[in-house]
């Protein structure tokens, strides 16, 4: 199947390892170019060796900074002249009670998870309204986590943001979706566990399928979603966790 993604132009967040870079891969591999936006400049030094320096640019930035998401648009345009989307994941909040979390941690949280993807999307969508933008929700859209308040506060609202973005988008051709990932076997992930996922720790998270997802598996999902071959599609939230997620 020919995705439809050859020359078209990305911006990545979170894309220094992880879902962002495992999106990334997806989206080259089947022709697209890529701008990576993460904190660790290093990093995102490798990966776009990696990923081919004809298809990949970075740009070492905090997605907290207002000025980031702007950077990062003008990066693609500067090189590529174009701009066809964004994958936008932004960092976890912290976890936390709902009445011992502080008002300046809701602030931080609100500020971190929930700002910091909405600029990117007016960044992007202020250059071209039929972009197809997707976002890095979390399984706690639709349920909540335990002892993550900030989360289960912040995701959902997100949810609904991209349901109305995709409204708004609708007319001019442009999409929105997103994707909740479940337990994803990232380096973070790995190193959380303290060892390589197992059976038991599937079972563990009551993961029917009996394993960890892998970062590949996301990308490949994120990047059909992206793709010309999706274009039906958009204003959903869509699990990536093995039915891990016990709600419809």
């Given at each position: 199947m020919d995705l439809g993604l050859s020359g078209k132009v990305f911006v990545i967040t979170a894309a220094s390892g992880g879902l962002?870079?495992?999106t990334a891969q997806s989206l080259v591999a089947e022709g697209?170019?890529?701008?990576?936006?993460?904190?660790?400049?290093?990093?995102?030094?490798?990966?776009?060796?990696?990923l081919g320096g004809d298809s990949a640019s970075a740009v070492p930035a905090d997605l907290a900074h207002p000025d980031t998401a702007r950077r990062a648009v003008d990066a693609a345009l500067e090189r590529w002249q174009r701009l066809d989307g964004a994958f936008v994941s932004v960092g976890g909040p912290p976890k936390g009670a709902v009445l011992t979390t502080t008002d300046e941690q809701w602030a931080l949280a609100f500020d971190s998870v929930f700002l910091a993807a909405l600029r990117v999307a007016r960044a992007v969508c202020g250059v071209n309204c039929a972009a197809t933008v997707g976002?890095?929700?979390?399984?706690?859209?639709?349920?909540?986590?335990?002892?993550?308040?900030?989360?289960?506060?912040?995701?959902?609202?997100?949810?609904?943001?991209?349901?109305?973005?995709?409204?708004?988008?609708?007319?001019?051709?442009?999409?929105?979706?997103?994707?909740?990932?479940g337990n994803i076997a990232t380096q973070r992930m790995i190193d959380l566990l303290g060892h390589q996922p197992t059976?038991?720790?599937?079972?563990?998270?009551?993961?029917?399928?009996?394993r960890l997802g892998t970062p590949a598996e996301f990308g490949q999902v994120a990047a059909f979603l992206?793709?010309?071959?999706?274009?039906?599609?958009?204003g959903f939230l869509l699990p990536v966790d093995g039915g891990m997620l016990r709600t419809l």
């Open positions: 962002g870079l495992a697209a170019r890529v701008v990576l936006v993460a904190r660790r400049a290093e990093a995102l030094s490798t990966a776009v060796r990696a976002f890095v929700l979390s399984v706690s859209a639709k349920s909540p986590l335990p002892d993550m308040a900030p989360s289960n506060g912040l995701r959902p609202g997100l949810a609904m943001l991209v349901k109305q973005l995709a409204d708004e988008l609708a007319p001019s051709g442009g999409r929105a979706f997103a994707l909740a990932p059976g038991q720790d599937a079972a563990n998270a009551g993961i029917p399928m009996g992206l793709s010309d071959a999706a274009r039906y599609l958009t």
